[in-house]
């Protein structure tokens, strides 16, 4: 099965039956008391900045899912699960909604000058076999590029959730003096990819859009 066939979003709660031991961002278990083994610092030498800055340190663990176990799905976010197959998954460390306790998570680098125009040089991935939880503001999507019709697949930068290591972006902005001035948000053009995932809110950076792009060398 390809990696996009591996994906599902879930909008409402789903079961956890057949899951590895996980870490949740948030106590968002339909479960007893017992069966979460409280709180957990997982991996805590990985990506430490971007997880302290957005919120991703401390976590609940769930050290026997069973079919009885859920997962709460909020009203207006929606779950994307990416089952990994010895691979790895890029991904904005706050939409990091849980992970197996078999993954393990890295940052990587990406120095290219268009990419460093609008993004952090440092980007957050999980490796590995087993399953990640990312969290969609207001919904979202999970595609590939071979689904796509010839129309280019396009996603605004701050919605690009997650996406395959396989992926090759080109990154499009309004072309003048003031944009570049501005740093003004960029469209990311899918040229290849097993999965991307987008979402339907911006993570709030429309709030608070200059501010987040001044530090975007530190912020997911």
């Not at 429309?206 to 530090?215: C, N, Q, Y």
Request: glycine residues 6%.
């Amino acid at each position: 099965m390809t990696l996009r066939a591996r994906t599902t979003i879930h909008e409402k709660s789903f079961s956890l039956g057949g899951f590895a031991p996980l870490y949740s961002n948030a106590a968002n278990f339909g479960i007893t008391t017992d069966e979460a083994d409280n709180y957990r610092f997982p991996q805590p030498t990985r990506c430490i900045i971007k997880r302290v800055l957005a919120g991703k340190y401390l976590f609940t663990y769930l050290k026997q899912p069973s079919e009885s176990s859920s997962y709460i799905v909020s009203l207006r976010n929606h779950i994307a699960v990416v089952e990994l197959h010895n691979e790895r998954l890029f991904f904005r460390m706050n939409r990091l909604a849980f992970f197996e306790e078999c993954l393990e998570l890295s940052t990587t680098c990406n120095m290219q000058v268009p990419w460093l125009c609008s993004e952090s040089p440092f980007i957050a991935c999980v490796t590995g076999s087993g399953r990640v939880g990312i969290e969609l503001e207001a919904g979202g999507d999970a595609l590939d590029s071979e689904s796509q019709s010839a129309a280019p697949l396009k996603v605004k930068l701050p919605r690009l959730a997650a996406w395959s290591s396989d992926t090759r972006l080109q990154l499009e902005v309004e072309p003048g003096y003031l944009n570049a001035a501005l740093m003004a948000e960029a469209t990311a053009v899918v040229c290849h990819s097993s999965l991307v995932i987008s979402s339907n809110g911006d993570g709030g950076r429309g709030s608070w859009e200059v501010p987040m792009r001044a530090l975007r060398f530190l912020m997911p």
